[in-house]
């Protein structure tokens, strides 16, 4: 549909009010343009921080392993993995997996404690990644 439209609008830039071949053409390539044009954009927007680097490696492993409990031990060495070392890194794991829990990506699972002993991705997630 998007096209068509701006098919029509570059006859409407020859005056004319019939497309031809040479108007979808360049109906396309503008599409073409566009879509490489924000290409870099897009890249800019992965973002690299550590909670987001332990984000992707904990996730990845789940579905790399077909396995929806990550277990504290795994979140550990993804966190290894992410290169999140130093003494901010409890931190930066306990504030992964709350931010993610808080917007409903997995499910924190707690000993009688309270100490974090996994993560649960959902099942559907895993099968979609």
């Known amino acids: 549909m998007s096209i068509l439209r701006l098919s029509q609008a570059v006859a409407k830039l020859r005056f004319d009010d019939k ?3 040479s108007d979808i053409d360049a109906a396309i390539e503008l599409m073409r343009q566009s879509r490489a044009s924000i290409e870099p954009e ?3 927007r992965t973002r690299d921080d550590p ?3 332990l984000y992707t490696k904990i996730k990845d ?3 790399h392993q077909q396995q929806s409990e990550v277990p504290w031990s795994q979140i550990i060495n993804c966190a ?3 290169a999140i ?3 901010s890194r409890n931190d930066i794991i306990n504030r992964t997996l709350e931010e993610y829990a808080q917007i409903a990506v997995w499910t924190i699972n707690r000993d009688q404690n309270g100490r974090i002993v996994s993560v649960t991705i959902p099942e559907e997630d895993l099968a979609t990644a």
Do not use: D, E
């Open 51 to 53: 909670v987001s680097r």
């Open 61 to 63: 492993y789940a579905v």
């Open 80 to 82: 290894t993995q992410a």
């Open 19 to 21: 497309v031809i071949r």
């Open 85 to 87: 070392t130093g003494a």
């Open 42 to 44: 897009l890249q800019k």
